[in-house]
């Protein structure tokens, strides 16, 4: 499976992006997805996941009530809704897979592959 995240930019605190998440490959359905990101000199920190047909979701409680994670099988792509960044909210978010949920939704070791990054960037 690969992965191309899409979507970053530069916003205003309490603004909104939306993050997307393409996969390619024919077995999309079978994996479980998430958003993570990584602020300059911080450690890679789970943001959000969601199951195979979008029945399970998972928030980190700093984003839980303002983003939202979704997943369109079809369209073989995950979003991520943000509503009312915060400057704390920026990052590079990476999207990943997994086949299995190893080590729980949260754990970064659960999953197999990985996008590249997308830059959100919240001014004050």
């Known amino acids: 499976v690969q992965l191309q995240a899409s979507g970053g930019g530069l916003v205003q605190a309490g603004g909104s992006l939306r993050l997307s998440c393409a996969a390619s490959?024919?077995?999309?359905?079978?994996?479980?997805m998430g958003w993570f990101r990584q602020a300059p000199g911080k450690e890679r920190e789970f943001v959000a996941g969601?199951?195979?047909?979008?029945?399970?979701?998972y928030y980190a409680d700093s984003v839980k009530g303002r983003f939202t994670i979704s997943r369109n099988n079809a369209k073989k792509t995950i979003y991520l809704q943000m509503n009312r960044l915060k400057p704390e909210d920026t990052a590079d978010y990476y999207c990943?897979?997994?086949?299995?949920?190893?080590?729980?939704?949260?754990?970064?070791?659960?999953?197999?592959?990985w996008g590249q990054g997308t830059l959100v960037t919240v001014s004050s």
């Open positions: 969601i199951g195979w047909i979008g029945g399970n979701v």
């Open positions: 990943a897979a997994a086949l299995r949920w190893s080590s729980g939704a949260i754990s970064s070791q659960s999953y197999d592959y």
């Open positions: 490959g024919r077995t999309f359905d079978n994996y479980a």
